[in-house]
């Protein structure tokens, strides 16, 4: 999908995204090239599933969602959200609770081979927010973290050098294969 040289810059433009909120930090947030060629691929992957007829109902609803939750069975008699045939047995499928920004709660009840396409999808729909989640959790494991106190530049090398950035390198990769194999 994308290069690791390329990834620390979206992980820069992130990281600086998150700290324009920040009175500390008065500067403008730079147009990174590498961020917008990377959004333009995320919306092109998650496109070209969200077009197939087969997937479009059930990804609508995953794409609108803000919050996906999981529970690993069906309650019995269960039709399958994607193909629409039963599912002959609770734990052949999984049940995915997807929240809105509204609040409101759609349930989508899903084959298991199709558990991973979604799951997938959702994550690469919402990359920026997890990825900015995941800084913000490592920051604040870090011991030497002081809020406020380092610069946007400083905390970007500490990010892109940390194995964070190739854990987050290696997650994107993985969702894209699992993606692409499918659109």
């Not at 700290?19 to 998650?46: G, H, M, Q, W, Y």
């Not at 479009?56 to 309650?75: D, R, Y």
């Not at 499928?93 to 084959?111: A, T």
Request: a positive charge; one cysteine or more; glycine letters at 2%.
């Amino acid at each position: 999908m994308i290069t690791q040289p390329q990834l620390k810059n979206v992980i820069s433009y992130y990281l600086l995204q998150m700290s324009v909120n920040d009175a500390n930090f008065t500067f403008p947030l730079p147009e990174v090239r590498d961020a917008i060629v990377f959004n333009k691929l995320r919306a092109e992957l998650c496109g070209s599933l969200y077009n197939k007829h087969k997937w479009k109902e059930t990804l609508k609803v995953i794409h609108e969602s803000v919050h996906v939750q999981q529970v690993n069975s069906v309650p019995e008699k269960s039709i399958c959200n994607v193909d629409k045939i039963s599912i002959p047995v609770n734990h052949a499928g999984v049940q995915l609770l997807c929240r809105n920004k509204e609040g409101k709660i759609e349930h989508l009840v899903l084959q298991k081979k199709y558990q991973h396409l979604c799951i997938n999808y959702f994550k690469l729909r919402h990359f920026p927010d997890i990825l900015q989640q995941k800084i913000r959790t490592w920051l604040k494991q870090q011991v030497w973290y002081i809020p406020g106190c380092y610069t946007p530049a400083v905390l970007c090398c500490k990010v892109t050098e940390s194995s964070l950035f190739l854990t987050m390198f290696h997650e994107l990769q993985s969702i894209a294969e699992a993606l692409n194999a499918c659109a």
